[in-house]
């Protein structure tokens, strides 16, 4: 059973920079496509990036398109997001997922695995 650790939240200016990491237990990770979701709070669950199993392929909720970017290293079995340009309105607790199927978004109980979460904090 695959189990997640998100970090590298924290608490950072409009405009400024972080990195989230997400690093898996198996070494199975490889057959895992990779996501990240926010959930702000009195709002649902959102999907903010996918990457397939290899890397090639990626997809972008509409409201990171162009700031944030999601890698992985599958050598380290880990997950990264790259968030640019952040806003106010990016302020939520960030989860990584694990899914065998590559998804563009979609419902949240389709997902295999959670994190516990890391806190983003945007001050304005």
């Known amino acids: 059973q695959e189990q997640l650790v998100e970090s590298g939240g924290g608490l950072v200016q409009a405009g400024g920079s972080l990195r989230l990491s997400c690093a898996a237990s198996?070494?199975?990770?490889?057959?895992?496509?990779m996501y990240w979701f926010r959930e702000a709070p009195g709002k649902e669950r959102e999907f903010v990036a996918g990457?397939?199993?290899?890397?090639?392929?990626?997809h972008y909720g509409d409201s990171v398109k162009g700031r944030f970017t999601i890698s992985r290293d599958n050598a380290k079995n880990t997950v990264y997001l790259q968030m640019n340009s952040l806003k106010p309105e990016d302020t939520a607790v960030y989860y990584c997922?694990?899914?065998?199927?590559?998804?563009?978004?979609?419902?949240?109980?389709?997902?295999?695995?959670w994190g516990q979460g890391t806190q983003v904090t945007v001050s304005s």
């Open positions: 990457i397939s199993r290899s890397g090639i392929r990626t």
């Open positions: 997922a694990a899914d065998t199927t590559f998804r563009r978004g979609g419902d949240v109980t389709n997902y295999d695995y």
């Open positions: 198996e070494r199975t990770f490889s057959s895992y496509a």
